[in-house]
């Protein structure tokens, strides 16, 4: 089919992929259009789960080209004195050694207890009654090596809630876990998210 051009600027008979490469610019294209599910990586928010029960909570099937996670805490609890752990794995499975991570409670500048862990990114719960709202970031710093950063807050006590860690995979990253830090002490409450982004 010839193409053609009308009276409105409209082009007809053009097929996917017809023009020249460099053909249109960003400036041609309106920004409303230019959605996440448009991207090659978009930003994309996972299924929130409910942390009422269980010991594990799994975010799987993260793609390869991920270089950004955001892990959202909606006031979760433990059944037990036990920690929050945010671990990572590979197609290998979720790897629980060899992380560098600490946490601390502190109300009105002062701290009031803090953890560290080599097990995963560690939150400071230490009491059935904590309850822990707040946004984990966890970035790469490229071959495989992710940092983590939290805030948030011990929202019964109104008391601030931060940690960071650091840990190198063994291999690409294509899941997270919500854990305890004893495995037995199960959630009690809450939820979380996850959002994620190249």
């Given at each position: 089919?010839p193409i053609g051009i009308n009276g409105s600027g409209t082009?007809?008979?053009?097929?996917?992929?017809?023009?020249?490469?460099?053909?249109?610019?960003?400036?041609?294209?309106?920004?409303?259009?230019?959605?996440?599910?448009?991207?090659?990586?978009?930003m994309t928010l996972a299924t929130a789960q409910n942390t009422?029960?269980?010991?594990?909570?799994?975010?799987?099937?993260?793609?390869?080209?991920?270089?950004?996670?955001?892990?959202?805490?909606?006031?979760?609890?433990?059944?037990?004195?036990?920690?929050?752990?945010?671990?990572?794995?590979?197609?290998?499975?979720?790897?629980?050694?060899?992380?560098?991570?600490?946490?601390?409670?502190?109300?009105?500048?002062?701290?009031?207890?803090?953890?560290?862990?080599?097990?995963?990114?560690?939150?400071?719960?230490?009491?059935?009654?904590?309850?822990?709202?707040?946004?984990?970031?966890?970035?790469?710093?490229?071959?495989?090596?992710?940092?983590?950063?939290?805030?948030?807050?011990?929202?019964?006590?109104?008391?601030?809630?931060?940690?960071?860690?650091?840990?190198?995979?063994?291999?690409?990253?294509?899941?997270?876990?919500?854990?305890?830090?004893?495995?037995?002490?199960?959630?009690?409450?809450?939820?979380?998210?996850?959002?994620?982004?190249?």
């Amino acid at each position: 089919m010839p193409i053609g051009i009308n009276g409105s600027g409209t082009i007809t008979g053009l097929s996917a992929g017809g023009l020249p490469d460099a053909s249109i610019t960003a400036d041609d294209i309106a920004s409303a259009a230019v959605t996440p599910a448009k991207l090659s990586q978009p930003m994309t928010l996972a299924t929130a789960q409910n942390t009422t029960s269980g010991t594990t909570v799994d975010f799987t099937g993260i793609p390869s080209w991920v270089r950004k996670i955001t892990v959202m805490f909606n006031g979760v609890s433990l059944n037990g004195s036990a920690h929050i752990l945010i671990q990572l794995g590979t197609s290998s499975g979720v790897e629980s050694t060899s992380y560098s991570s600490a946490s601390v409670h502190a109300v009105t500048g002062n701290t009031v207890g803090g953890v560290n862990s080599t097990s995963g990114f560690v939150l400071y719960m230490n009491s059935s009654a904590n309850i822990t709202a707040g946004v984990a970031t966890i970035a790469t710093l490229g071959s495989n090596v992710w940092a983590m950063s939290y805030c948030g807050g011990l929202t019964n006590v109104a008391s601030a809630h931060v940690g960071g860690g650091v840990k190198t995979l063994g291999a690409t990253l294509d899941r997270v876990r919500i854990t305890s830090s004893n495995g037995t002490d199960a959630f009690d409450a809450g939820s979380v998210n996850i959002m994620y982004e190249g």
